[in-house]
Each structure stands twice: as structure tokens, then as C-alpha cells.
């Protein structure tokens, strides 16, 4: 399996401009996770899917921020309008399902907001 | 709500050195814990996972174990590399939400050749 596929991998952007983030999670997972990481605050949990459904988004920041899971193998998440304080890298990471199953993550988005 | 604590925050050990990373957390009803590594500008590669059922895992030089009741998990380095220095972190996925992960902050290790 390739894993967990995220894109783009890097993204530079002007303040106020729309962002959007994908993620492919691996085949057969039915649990879906997006991270923020930052130097000040680590890693955050933004949002979690579990069979395509949100399940708990209070980490999402604000409403600039928001995601969707149309189908089980691909996931966005939205910025707009972005700000510099949104430059983060945003991780997306999906797990076979509830309980005891582990958790594997893709590679990354490094997002700079200018 | 669970809090996962990871110290030191950073180490630095020398070529050969054998070492162990710590991680606690504050609730015990965990359905597993696993340890991760980072590396710089990448993404986490899981290393171990260890079921609430489990003492502990090995994998090559590394070895976790888990004391649910301490609330306590070890990963255990043998004969430590150069290669080996990157963030290591550890989660745990408690079993009130089943679903949601919580990380520590993480364990900086450099090591020195």
C-alpha cells in the first residue's frame, strides 16, 4: 500500500487567499485524522471521520477552517480566508477503526502564509 | 480529559549509549499507546504499538513497555545511533472516545558519533 498520500506537500500563499489541503487515506481505513503542527503548540487534532462522518471537530480553530470526507478515500480540509498565523504543517493520518488499531500518518503539508 | 506528558523534552547521549525515553499519562482506561519517531521536516513513523493488554513490544534495539496502572510507558533504545536521533513521541488512544489520539510533546534525541 503507499500509505497515507497527502497533497501539496509544500504551499506558499498570500493572506486572504483560499487554501485546501487533500488527503488520501489508506485503503480499508475507516478512520480519518487531521493535525496541525507548530514549534509554540505541537501537535493538534483538528478534526477526526470515522466512516466518513465528522465526529469531533472542536479542535478546529475557527470557521476559516473547515473539512470534508465525501467518500472513504479522500479527505479535504479548507482554509478561508488563510492568515499568517495558519502557517502550520498539517498532517492527515487515518487508522483501520475504533479501538485498538494504530494509527499511520502521510507526510505532511507545509503551508506558509504570507 | 487525557494528558500525556513526555520528559525529558530533550537529550543528548553519546554513540553506544543505551536509553530510555518516558511517557506518562493522567488516565489509564487506554486502549493502546504508541510510540512514533519524527524526524526533521518529515512526517511521524510509528515504531510501536502496545495494546492495553500488553506489557510490553520489541523491535530490533527498540523495546516499549506499558504500566497502565502508573499511568507510565518506557521506550527503551539499545546501543544508540547516530541514526537514531530524531523527535520521539508517544500517544495514547483512551477508551471513553475510542477514536481520538492524544500526543505528548515529544523527546528530542540527539546522538552524538
Known amino acids: 500500500d503507499a500509505g497515507v498520500i497527502q497533497s501539496p506537500r509544500h504551499e506558499v500563499t498570500e493572506m486572504g487567499q483560499e487554501v485546501t489541503l487533500r488527503c488520501k487515506p489508506i485503503?480499508?481505513?475507516?478512520?480519518l485524522f487531521w493535525y496541525r503542527q507548530t514549534m509554540m503548540r505541537g501537535l493538534e487534532l483538528l478534526i477526526y471521520?470515522?466512516?466518513?462522518?465528522?465526529?469531533?471537530d472542536s479542535g478546529m480553530p475557527e470557521d476559516r477552517f473547515s473539512a470534508k470526507m465525501p467518500n472513504a478515500s479522500f479527505s479535504t480540509l479548507k482554509i478561508q480566508p488563510s492568515e499568517p498565523r495558519d502557517s502550520a504543517v498539517y498532517f492527515c493520518?487515518?487508522?483501520?477503526?475504533?479501538?485498538?488499531?494504530?494509527?499511520?500518518f502521510g507526510p505532511g503539508t507545509r503551508l506558509t502564509v504570507t | 480529559k487525557q494528558e500525556v506528558t513526555q520528559i525529558p523534552a530533550a537529550l543528548s547521549v553519546p554513540e553506544g549509549e543505551n536509553l530510555v525515553l518516558n511517557c506518562s499519562f493522567t488516565?489509564?482506561?487506554?486502549?493502546?499507546l504508541q510510540w512514533f519517531r519524527q524526524d526533521p521536516g518529515k512526517g511521524l513513523t510509528s515504531l510501536l504499538l502496545?495494546?492495553?493488554?500488553?506489557r510490553e513490544q520489541t523491535s530490533g534495539r527498540l523495546n516499549a513497555s506499558l504500566d497502565k496502572s502508573s499511568g507510565r510507558s518506557t521506550l527503551y533504545i539499545a546501543a544508540s545511533q547516530p541514526g537514531d536521533s530524531a523527535t520521539y513521541l508517544c500517544?495514547?488512544?483512551?477508551?471513553?472516545?475510542?477514536?481520538?489520539?492524544?500526543f505528548g510533546t515529544g523527546t528530542s534525541l540527539t546522538v552524538i558519533p
Open positions: 493520518a487515518s487508522s483501520r477503526g475504533q479501538g485498538s488499531y494504530e494509527q499511520y
Open positions: 485503503s480499508g481505513h475507516n478512520s
Open positions: 471521520f470515522n466512516n466518513n462522518v465528522p465526529i469531533d
Open positions: 488516565d489509564s482506561a487506554i486502549y493502546n
Open positions: 502496545i495494546q492495553s493488554s500488553q
Open positions: 500517544a495514547v488512544r483512551p477508551r471513553d472516545t475510542g477514536n481520538q489520539f492524544y
